[in-house]
């Protein structure tokens, strides 16, 4: 195919793209922060409203420390002794593990703290720490490097297991991934949803290479043991019992929140209005942070995370290479409006193959293909809009030049297919001659720079006449012109508007002459006219041509001037072409005379029309 833009640009082009792509695709792998996370979030919170919410696994239930709590039992932080009788009786429910998403650093009333480490220790416990993060690994998906650490007292410590409750948000605000695993001063640390989960499957996850497994299930990670959060919907969707409603209920009684706790996975969190952090998630604009520390530990418990891992992220960056790569060429190779349908094509089947794959619950990155094929092949487009806009200029000034030396008819259609007439063609047209009697006398008087000044104006006069007529000019011969009706295309109207030409001719003519007092010197305008089949082809050599009209048609018209001269007449036309022209409206008018005339070189004589320069005169100014 043929490049629409030079080679060179084309080279830089690419290589611009690719160096472009490159950049994004790097940072992308690295898992590293970008301005193209901006426009994913969006994205990606497009198709979470699109897939919809979904059932929470029934195997959780979150204990809330709700403004029901506060209003009965008092101001948070809770008493310690209350909390050890909430926990208790959480315990006593049958939870099967208890994940407590509550900082409990520092001592308080040491016989609180042994009541509350008792209850702790009776069943399967994770308390939540916190960790300050190093802000390089913060900005990339690496293990998060922990610089300082608040845990438990050690009395609690020790009874429970301990995991850093710390998430990673997006640019917004928004939980996105929860760090499976956290690099401390003592080595690698399980996160808080990592440990309670482990203890409610009864033994802890084994790290691999690329993701965790439970048992015999496997679960992906994204870079650095991320976990992709899959959101289940708005806050309560997770099923909730409210801490104070717990701690009054009557054990055994209908309706005791303690019947909704036995075997499960419970996160005991704060949820009470101005207390306890909160965050921005794609289905509520305000959720309590210990459900989305539960959405994380729920999508251990049920397998459902979202698929992001090193493959999906290879998957994203060859679909962006591919989009942009395919985009560019097509620029390159195609019309613009179709290179341009194109590329919106492959960005709309990206986005369709990007909402497919969430359903099933795997998070391609939308926005990728989109920020590494922008710049480039927008960059491309507007390039070859320059580059079409100059050729465009180019070719009409070349088809300019070219109408200086064909008709502007020739010369359009030789513009728009350069091989018109490569391979000759016959058809019918209409041919006028024309020229000037005493012309030879008067150049040798007006010597050679006034000849052309004077031949340049009878030329004007002559293109004006024939323009005007939808005819073109063939050739001009010093004092004559060749001149064609019907061509390059046939039309029913070219006998009429052949017959017209002549008199507007010698009309037009005629009074130039007398305007610039010449009439003496050019005693006659002669115009022979005949229509007939005529070959239209290109002569001359392949790196020198020009179109031409041949045939017995072209020689009868050129014979016919000398008919005119033998006949002192101004115009002579066939009775070919007069009879071609009645059935679309003739002349309006009876022909002066007619006559049967010997054409030279033709066996057969042919019946002509005759008009004089007078009854010439007098049909142009009918037909105007």
């Known amino acids: 195919m043929k490049l629409n833009l030079p080679a060179a640009i084309v080279a830089l082009a690419l290589g611009v793209g690719i160096l472009w792509t490159g950049s994004l695709v790097r940072t992308h792998l690295a898992g590293s922060a970008s301005v193209v996370d901006r426009f994913e979030t969006v994205l990606l919170d497009l198709r979470i409203a699109l897939v919809g919410e979904r059932p929470a696994p029934e195997d959780l239930v979150i204990v809330a420390i709700d403004d029901r709590t506060i209003d009965a039992i008092g101001p948070y932080p809770l008493p310690r002794d209350r909390l050890a009788e909430l926990i208790t009786r959480i315990g006593a429910a049958g939870a099967r593990a208890l994940a407590v998403d509550i900082l409990l650093f520092g001592s308080s009333d040491p016989a609180a703290d042994g009541s509350l480490a008792e209850a702790l220790g009776a069943l399967p416990t994770v308390i939540a720490g916190a960790g300050q993060i190093n802000e390089e690994t913060a900005s ?38 929860v760090p499976m695993l956290f690099l401390t001063e003592t080595g690698l640390q399980p ?7 482990g203890l409610f499957e009864g033994g802890a996850a084994h790290v ?8 015999s299930r496997t679960l992906p990670t994204d870079l650095g043991w991320h976990l992709a959060l899959n959101y289940y919907g708005p806050a309560g969707t997770i099923p909730t019992v409210s801490a104070g409603d717990l701690l009054q209920a009557v054990p055994g009684h209908t309706g005791d929140p303690e019947n909704l706790l036995s075997g499960r996975m419970v996160v005991l969190g704060v949820t009470a209005t101005a207390v306890g952090d909160r965050f921005s998630t794609p289905f509520d604009p305000v959720m309590p942070g210990a459900e989305v520390q539960a959405t994380g530990i729920a999508n251990l418990l049920d397998g459902a995370p979202l698929v992001r891992d090193a493959w999906t992220r290879r998957f994203d960056a060859a679909a962006a290479v591919f989009i942009t790569l395919c985009a560019m060429l097509a620029v390159i190779l195609l019309p613009l409006a179709p290179a341009s349908v194109f590329y919106l094509l492959l960005l709309t ?17 939308a ?20 580059a079409d806009r100059i050729q465009s200029r180019r070719h009409l000034q070349a088809q300019e030049a070219l109408s200086r030396f064909q008709s502007p008819r020739l010369a359009r259609r ?83 508007q ?43 050599h392949d790196s020198q041509q020009q179109i031409a009209a041949t045939g017995d048609c072209v020689n009868v018209a050129s014979r016919l001037l000398e008919v005119a001269k033998d006949h002192a007449a101004s115009i002579v036309v066939s009775s070919d072409l007069l009879q071609a022209a009645d059935p679309v409206g003739g002349l309006g008018c009876d022909v002066p005379r007619m006559a049967t005339v010997v054409i030279r070189g033709r066996r057969q004589d042919m019946q002509v029309g005759l008009w004089k320069s007078g009854e010439a005169a007098t ?6």
């Open 498 to 540: 052949a017959i017209h030409c002549a008199f507007e001719l010698e009309k037009e003519i005629t009074a130039w002459l007398e305007s610039t007092g010449r009439k003496a010197d050019i005693t006659t305008v002669r115009v022979g006219a005949h229509i007939g089949k005529v070959v239209l082809s290109r002569l001359g």
């Open 349 to 365: 089947t990206w986005l369709g193959v990007c909402i497919f794959f969430f359903s099933g619950g795997t998070w391609l990155n």
């Open 414 to 496: 030789i513009a728009e297919n350069p091989s018109f007439l490569a391979t000759p063609r016959e058809q019918t047209a209409a041919i006028l001659f024309v020229d000037l009697s005493g012309y030879t006398s008067l150049s040798e008087r007006l010597g050679a720079a006034k000849t052309r000044d004077f031949l340049k104006e009878f030329h004007t006069i002559v293109v004006d006449v024939v323009s005007g007529r939808d005819g073109v000019v063939l050739d001009f011969m010093g004092d004559g012109a060749m001149l064609g009706f019907g061509i390059p295309e046939e039309d029913g109207t070219d006998p009429v």
């Open 619 to 624: 049909e142009a100014k009918k037909n105007t």
């Open 208 to 215: 691999t290479e690329g993701g965790l497994r439970f048992g």
């Open 140 to 177: 990339q998906n690496a293990v998060p490097l922990v610089r300082t650490q608040l845990s438990p007292t050690p009395q609690i410590a020790k009874v429970t297991s301990v995991g850093l409750a710390n998430i990673a948000a997006d640019i917004g605000g928004t939980p996105r991934h």
């Open 367 to 386: 926005a990728l293909p989109f920020a590494a094929s922008l710049p480039p092949v927008v960059g491309l487009i507007i390039t070859r809009q320059v």
């Open 191 to 197: 996160s808080f949803a990592l440990q309670a989960a």
